[in-house]
């Protein structure tokens, strides 16, 4: 198993600009939770667990992270985050906050009960979908990465598909040798990804009072905007194979005429 802790140290914004629950700053309180994991028809495993909690003295968040090196992890990652979660409980952590964590816990609440292990976070912990959220605030719907714009967040890392992620936690659980066979660069690409994404909901929590209607217009413009310019440039592409093609399936000027006179 691999794991690894960070400490990123942050400012927290006034109480003016943190996500408020129920009238009340949380962000001091909260764990922000985020999965990576491979299922084929049901879930079979977790191959990235990451968390984040704010230290009040560090003034840092402080993100864990557990990734399985082979089939034997996928059960040790499971308890890994249960005792993650009744330490963090202990000290003094109420509230889960995610981003569209549905899929996160039925996975993980899938998994828990496979291997028997008893564990409620509905009964640990008041959950918060930042997804959610935003519905309730701008009545639209947002995918995670557009959340980041909104709140100035550049991502340092490379984006990672959830196509590549399960394949490689495909390889890993199918064979024993294959994690110890990857490039470091690849671990820490998938690492780095899944740290970016609980440190942000920290970050987009911070801020999230400094987004207006305005801001969520201006994006959806620009978004419009860009997708015209692609469907645009993808027609001109496709228009420009098909004039090439008919070019080609045309005969030679001389051809033409060496026709024209044997006939």
Do not use: C
Not at 125 to 133: A, C, G, R, S, V
Not at 157 to 186: C, H, N, V, W
Not at 214 to 236: F, S
């Amino acid at each position: 198993m691999l794991k690894q802790q960070e400490v990123i140290p942050v400012v927290v914004q006034g109480s003016e600009q943190t996500l408020k629950f129920h009238g009340k700053e949380i962000i001091r309180n909260a764990i922000f939770f985020d999965l990576e994991h491979y299922l084929y028809k049901e879930p079979i495993a977790i191959g990235v667990f990451g968390a984040a909690v704010y230290d009040e003295a560090e003034k840092a968040v402080i993100t864990t992270q557990y990734m399985i090196e082979n089939k034997r992890d996928a059960r040790a990652i499971l308890e890994l985050t249960k005792e993650y979660f009744i330490n963090q409980k202990n000290n003094g952590k109420q509230y889960l906050v995610t981003f569209s964590g549905n899929n996160d816990f039925l996975v993980i609440n899938h998994l828990y009960q496979k291997y028997d292990i008893s564990y409620s976070f509905e009964e640990e912990f008041e959950l918060i979908d930042l997804q959610k959220e935003y519905e309730h605030k701008f009545q639209k719907n947002i995918g995670l990465k557009n959340l980041e714009k909104l709140h100035q967040i550049d991502r340092g890392g490379e984006l990672i598909s959830g196509m590549t992620l399960a394949k490689t936690f495909s390889k890993i659980i199918k064979d024993q040798g294959y994690f110890d066979r990857m490039p470091l660069e690849k671990v820490e690409k998938i690492l780095k990804y899944n740290e970016e994404d609980v440190v942000n909901l920290f970050n987009i929590m911070n801020r999230w009072e400094s987004v207006t209607m305005d801001d969520v217009l201006i994006l959806e413009e620009k978004l419009h905007r860009e997708k015209m310019e692609k469907l645009a440039l993808k027609a001109l592409l496709e228009e420009q194979i098909e004039l090439e093609k008919e070019e080609s399936n045309q005969p030679f000027k001389g051809q033409k005429e060496e026709l024209g006179y044997s006939s």
